[in-house]
């Protein structure tokens, strides 16, 4: 069964600051999906950033970018600039390919601070 | 842009009371999900539906939950006797086909069981 590990329970950053929060996994799988997503106080979430295993070039999506060493079987996702409206937990998820279901981490709470 | 929606936002029910949740996926989507996050804990997936069926399934999912489509554009979450255990924040998703692999999730409904 894979496993999604974030090790980092909280975090914090001044705004303007750049930030990396944690994620591992482990998977016998040679191709998979990867994603972040965020969970503001409003407790919805939001998909942030995905990565498909398969493709070596690490995805970005505006102040959000992905670290992802597949050999490591690492994820981390960097924000640039941070912004108040950043402060949220932040989850790592994986999903098979075919598969059907995400498996969460724990998730890290990020803070900004002004 | 579409989006999953959910009804009701928040839900207080008596302990062996049943409950109906309900969630109204993007449109053109095929597969539907449903996952649970008990205050403070991870994300955990409950139950996956394509083509009128469930498709997979966790052990959370015993028999005292099922799920329903019972038209073509709700989806329905039904625990028939609720325990206190089953407090927890309750989220829809869906996917709009095998080959997309991005799950787009609903605000959730707060289901709190006393």
């Known amino acids: 069964a894979q496993t999604v590990t974030q090790s980092q329970p909280e975090m914090s950053v001044q705004e303007a600051e750049t930030v990396t929060l944690s994620c591992t996994y482990d998977t016998s799988e040679s191709n998979y999906y990867l994603f972040w997503y965020k969970q503001p106080p409003s407790r919805q979430m939001i998909l942030v950033i995905r990565q498909e295993a398969y493709k070596q070039q690490n995805a970005t999506e505006n102040r959000f970018s992905v670290n992802f060493q597949k050999a490591a079987k690492s994820f981390s996702l960097k924000i640039s600039d941070s912004q108040l409206g950043d402060t949220a937990m932040y989850f790592c998820a994986f999903m098979r390919e075919y598969g059907n279901k995400l498996v969460f981490g724990a998730g890290t709470i990020l803070r900004v601070k002004s | 842009e579409p989006e999953v929606t959910q009804t009701p936002s928040h839900q207080v029910t008596q302990m062996g009371q049943e409950v109906i949740l309900r969630c109204v996926p993007i449109?053109?989507?095929?597969?539907f999900y449903w996952y649970r996050q008990i205050l403070g804990q991870k994300v955990e997936f409950l139950v996956s539906f394509y083509n009128n069926e469930i498709s997979e399934k966790s052990e959370i999912f015993d028999d005292q939950f099922s799920v329903e489509r019972p038209d073509g554009s709700n989806f329905t979450l039904k625990i028939r006797s609720t325990k206190l255990e089953d407090s927890a924040m309750y989220f829809c998703?869906?996917?709009?086909?095998?080959?997309?692999?991005?799950?787009?999730f609903g605000p959730g409904t707060r289901l709190t069981v006393t």
């Open positions: 449109s053109n989507h095929l597969y």
């Open positions: 998703a869906s996917r709009r086909a095998r080959e997309s692999y991005e799950q787009y």
